[in-house]
């Protein structure tokens, strides 16, 4: 049963860069699509990008000229860092497996917030 | 780019009832590509439904989905108890993106 685990510091001060990991167990990384999704407080879940495991890359507009997304095969993680954040990047995080198109394996998620 | 608009917002219904959630989208969405979701308080969102009529896999068949084109519904024939959470639907773009709705909650009335 293939599991994810995010992990990463809780606090990141405005104007820096936000980094998360995410660790895949239970199963191999390729040949696979992975994401990341952000929750802010007491909203809705906006999609941040996703990676295949060979490397290649989509982003969601919004966000695209600030995230990057990675992989690392050896060690069956991805990561997504998230430059010049403020405020509005205060959510919870979550990685998941995209499955055609869906996201059928979630991490538990883990919270980042934004402040001095 | 597709938005996907979701309602009612709050549904208020007893358990045994009839639960009935629209998802409406901007443009025509291919039905292969839209999901819905089911998130508690605390939890993750879980797949209900992918190509908008297949169960998940353990997911029980008093849910169910249905709709093409701007229209997609996701209907639990008899609420229970644990059915009470937010919903949301996703669809995958042929940009490519993945874009979620606003959300529907679902309450004990």
């Known amino acids: 049963q293939v599991q994810l685990q995010e992990s990463g510091p809780g606090l990141v001060k405005p104007s820096e860069t936000l980094s998360l990991t995410c660790t895949v167990s239970?199963?191999?990384?390729?040949?696979?699509?992975w994401s990341w999704i952000r929750q802010p407080p007491g909203k809705g879940l906006e999609w941040i990008g996703y990676?295949?495991?060979?490397?290649?890359?989509n982003y969601n507009p919004s966000l695209k000229s600030r995230v990057t997304i990675s992989v690392d095969t050896s060690k069956n993680q991805f990561s997504v860092k998230l430059s010049s954040v403020t405020a509005a990047d205060t959510a919870v995080y979550y990685c998941a497996r995209l499955v055609g198109g869906f996201l059928v394996i979630w991490g538990q998620g883990t919270m980042v917030t934004v402040s001095s | 780019e597709i938005v996907l608009s979701q309602s009612p917002g709050t549904l208020s219904l007893s358990p045994g009832e009839r639960a009935t959630l629209s998802c409406r989208a901007s443009?025509?969405?291919?039905?292969?590509?839209l999901a819905w979701y089911q998130q508690k308080p605390g939890q993750a969102p879980r797949l209900l439904i992918y190509?908008?009529?297949s169960r998940a896999t353990g997911i029980p068949d008093r849910f169910s989905g249905s709709g093409s084109g701007t229209d997609f519904t996701l209907t639990i024939s008899r609420l229970e108890t644990e059915d009470f959470a937010v919903y949301y639907c996703q669809e995958y773009g042929s940009s490519p993106v993945l874009t979620f709705g606003g959300g529907t909650r679902v309450e004990i009335k």
């Open positions: 239970g199963g191999s990384i390729s040949p696979n699509y």
């Open positions: 190509g908008a009529s």
């Open positions: 443009q025509s969405v291919s039905s292969s590509y």
């Open positions: 990676i295949y495991s060979s490397g290649s890359t």
